[in-house]
């Protein structure tokens, strides 16, 4: 049986209080699919970049306002793309770096989102194309973007955005090459980079620290390989990794929790 690839345009909503889901009054005016959904200072979310379906690529932009429940229409993008990693910045504005293009390349573009006009505008080159990257913003308000996928094979290095000069500077590069990995900011000011892969599924962690630029590897390891996971970082300052892939493709359903302050991982206590 074949199967058939559906892109919807509905939205739902998720409240916490009940711990159920609800449709939006309306739907989008059109499909997205590996887009990204940013939460704005606003209190709209703006939802943008991915595709309809196919290889054609989503340039408009849509905003959720949950006060009316609705969408509205926002900019088109600049240069509409895909595996690309969105972070909002202090200022309130969206940054959008690299990715591929509705041509497939990989590039080096990046853009900005302001809400008070709804608009795209450029901004700075990185200096590596890149896609399956991370893009976390530290504490002193820069983005650092890494590792990821640069044609003809993976990349090892690292950048950081500055908002003030809408600028990318290279930094130092990862211990290990990694892609499809996550990176959270921590609350002294450094970033985990965790898991991935180098070709083969990792379960290293190490830690940016933005005061010299530079990657260490720390002496413990996940409890799991995992790829295509996800990152929360929690209140009290650590990170729950969850889900993601196995070495065999499997569907990973493990969960653990990274303690930087203690340099552990664990399990959460069964329930």
Do not use: W
């Not at 932009?61 to 202090?90: I, K």
């Not at 504005?93 to 302001?114: D, H, Q, R, Y």
């Not at 996971?229 to 969850?242: E, N, S």
């Amino acid at each position: 049986m074949q199967l058939k690839f559906v892109v919807f345009s509905k939205a739902e909503l998720y409240d916490p209080n009940s711990g159920t889901f609800s449709l939006t009054a309306n739907s989008m005016a059109t499909a997205y699919a590996g887009a990204a959904a940013i939460l704005l200072s606003t209190g709209q979310v703006l939802i943008a970049g991915g595709s309809p379906g196919g290889t054609t690529l989503n340039n408009l932009a849509a905003l959720y306002n949950p006060g009316t429940d609705s969408f509205t229409q926002a900019g088109a993008m600049v240069n509409p793309r895909q595996a690309f990693a969105a972070t909002l910045l202090q200022n309130g504005k969206v940054l959008f770096a690299v990715g591929v293009s509705s041509s497939g390349s990989i590039v080096a573009a990046a853009e900005i989102f302001e809400p008070s006009t709804e608009t795209f505008a450029t901004t700075g080159l990185l200096n590596i194309p890149r896609e399956l990257h991370t893009a976390s913003l530290l504490h002193n308000g820069q983005v650092l973007i890494v590792g990821g996928r640069s044609l003809p094979s993976l990349t090892a290095s690292a950048e950081l955005y500055d908002p003030a000069t809408g600028n990318f500077s290279l930094t130092g590069n990862l211990q290990e090459t990694r892609v499809d990995h996550t990176a959270t900011s921590l609350p002294n000011g450094t970033a985990a980079i965790a898991s991935g892969s180098d070709g083969q599924l990792l379960s290293s962690i190490e830690t940016y620290d933005p005061t010299h630029g530079t990657f260490s590897s720390q002496s413990v390891f996940m409890k799991a390989t995992r790829t295509g996971h996800a990152a929360t970082q929690l209140p009290d300052g650590r990170v729950l990794l969850t889900g993601g892939q196995d070495a065999h493709f499997n569907v990973n359903s493990s969960v653990e929790i990274y303690d930087p302050a203690a340099g552990t991982f664990r399990s959460p206590p069964a329930r």
